[in-house]
């Protein structure tokens, strides 16, 4: 069997286990039989679909791809969950949140369970979740150019990607001092290791709520 992942997902295989794969921003380019990749997209092949939002997420996908592998017989045998958290100790150093015991970060959580969030981005919303703020009913449509002026909406923060600003700046008025601005670094703008990335994330929105 020959597995083809994307570059953002590219470590989770190798933490899973799997030593020789393709990797190609587009799976299908390749000559594969399993694709490893986000949720978000799509592939003709047979695919495993994945996230990698939350510190939760990367430690469920490393064990869901680990026992994939197992059971098709590309490793002799799948990852254990105290392998998973060794890898997170590994990054000790450089992460505060991501090695947070539970009680600490639920703090955290309690902290922002009265904070509304108008969120610019679908794979944001799980982060803003996960740290106990509320996301506010809202979906971003390009093709709505007026999907943000909805008069009910009532937020104290929003958060958006860096690559959606120029979209932001043109539907929200940033100054306004009605709600404060929260801009998440993606794509080529942070780091493309999952926790260190996702160890980013969280402390920007921590930080700013």
Same mark, same amino acid.
């Given at each position: 069997?020959? @597995? ?5 997902? =590219?470590?989770? @295989? ?8 393709? @990797? ?34 990367? $430690? ?16 002799? $045998?799948?990852?254990?969950? *105290? ?9 000790? #150093? ?19 369970? #009265? ?11 799980? +982060?803003?979740? *996960? +740290?106990?703020?509320?996301? +506010?009913?809202? =979906?971003? *449509? ?13 937020? #104290? ?13 043109? =539907? ?7 709600? $404060? ?15 260190? $990335?996702?160890?980013? =994330? ?8």
């Amino acid at each position: 069997m020959i @597995v083809v992942t994307t570059p953002m997902c =590219r470590q989770i @295989v190798e933490w899973a286990g799997l030593k020789e794969f393709k @990797v190609n921003k587009f799976p299908d380019e390749e000559e594969g039989d399993l694709a490893i990749l986000l949720s978000e997209s799509k592939v003709k092949m047979n695919s495993l679909a994945i996230k990698i939002n939350t510190f939760d997420q990367i $430690k469920d996908s490393i064990k869901l791809v680990s026992d994939c592998f197992f059971e098709n017989g590309l490793i002799d $045998k799948a990852i254990e969950i *105290d392998e998973i958290d060794s890898i997170f100790k590994h990054y000790q #150093d450089n992460l505060k949140f991501a090695v947070l015991e539970e009680d600490e970060f639920n703090k955290i959580r309690s902290s922002n369970n #009265d904070k509304n969030v108008k969120v610019y981005s679908e794979f944001l919303k799980d +982060i803003v979740r *996960d +740290i106990g703020a509320n996301v +506010i009913d809202f =979906r971003y *449509d390009k093709s709505l150019e007026d999907d943000c002026h909805d008069s009910n909406l009532d937020f #104290d923060y929003l958060v958006y990607p860096d690559y959606l600003e120029s979209e932001v700046l043109k =539907r929200e008025n940033l100054g306004s001092g009605d709600f $404060k601005p929260i801009k998440i670094l993606s794509h080529n703008n942070i780091s493309k290791d999952p926790i260190l $990335k996702a160890e980013s =994330r969280y402390e920007t929105l921590i930080n700013g709520f």
